[in-house]
């Protein structure tokens, strides 16, 4: 059989491997801290059917002769660029900004991360997000984290407060008011960054987790690095719908040429098998 009908499959199923990045990227354009994807493809292997050799004294050198088998998918990534924010006005929708921070949620003991922070208290004072996983919160002096409890009653020296409302500050304080006008900061929202945040697995959900190669967390609160808190917005998708129909472009002309590879390649076999009558 023909070397260029196999590289014309693998040109076609790697289009198709394509189009299905994009269509999830499209899909997802209105999804809140949601991160494009990006396909990138490489050359396959090659068969050599001469090989190089040095130049003599009488003979110059010869360069190798090979045939490519076709192509293949090099890596699919995630790009972490910051997107727009949307106002909402809303004191529990958080935004991370100037900064490659990622909110941390806990489910169950499993550790979850995400750029998505419209988050909400249940029933029971805790801050979750809209899976009810518990948003968790920091504490700089020992370095660990715990859920944040927004509770609508304290008792304070026998008296009974109740709460009034809250608000966030840029470096993630959750600050309470009280109907005796007394203010107290209830918890700081925990923040991690990574070394390597590309290397984070998606898990659906707007989650990410942890990988052995994006590194470990690296825990803290708003400000520096891990960027600043912003109360009221939310961060849009980073999609670009010009870009990604012109990438569509791309790949179904991509898709094409190589379903025209084939079938060439069956018309030359055609008229192989037209030799012998």
């Known amino acids: 059989m023909l070397r260029s009908m196999y590289s014309g499959i693998s040109g076609m199923k790697n289009m198709q ?10 899909a997802n354009v209105n999804t809140f801290g949601f991160k494009k994807g990006r396909i990138t493809f490489k050359d396959a292997m090659y068969q050599s059917i001469g090989s190089a050799s040095e130049g003599t004294d009488t003979r110059g050198g010869i360069n190798p002769k090979q045939v490519g088998l076709g ?20 004191t529990l929708d958080l935004a991370i900004t100037n900064g490659d921070g990622y909110f ?3 489910d169950g003991g499993q550790t979850y991360f995400t750029r998505a922070g419209n988050f909400y208290i249940d029933d029971n004072g805790n801050l979750v997000n809209s899976d009810g996983y518990k948003v968790q919160g920091y504490d700089p002096n ?22 009034q409302g809250i608000s966030i500050s840029q470096n993630g304080k959750i600050i ?13 929202i925990a923040l991690a960054r990574f070394s390597n945040e590309e290397g984070l697995n998606k898990v659906g959900g707007n989650l ?21 808190v912003v109360s009221g917005k939310l961060e849009m998708s980073n999609v670009d719908l010009s ?8 790949a179904q002309r ?6 025209r590879i084939i079938t060439t390649s069956d018309e030359i076999l055609q008229e192989l098998v037209n030799l012998k009558r």
């Open 104 to 106: 941390v949620v806990n």
């Open 243 to 250: 870009e990604e129909f012109t990438e569509m472009i791309v």
């Open 176 to 188: 309470a008011q009280y109907n005796d006008n007394s203010v107290r900061t209830i918890a700081t």
């Open 254 to 259: 991509g898709f094409q040429a190589n379903s």
């Open 142 to 163: 020992t370095n660990d984290l715990n859920n944040i409890l927004i509770e609508r009653q304290i008792n304070d020296g026998g008296d009974t407060l109740e709460l």
């Open 208 to 228: 990410y987790q942890r990988s052995t190669n994006s590194g470990v967390p690296i825990y803290g609160i708003g400000g520096g690095a891990h960027g600043t």
């Open 71 to 90: 192509m293949e998918v090099a890596s699919i990534d995630t790009i972490h660029t910051e997107s727009s924010m949307q106002n909402t006005g809303r």
């Open 17 to 26: 491997i394509k189009l299905d990045v994009i269509g999830n990227n499209i």
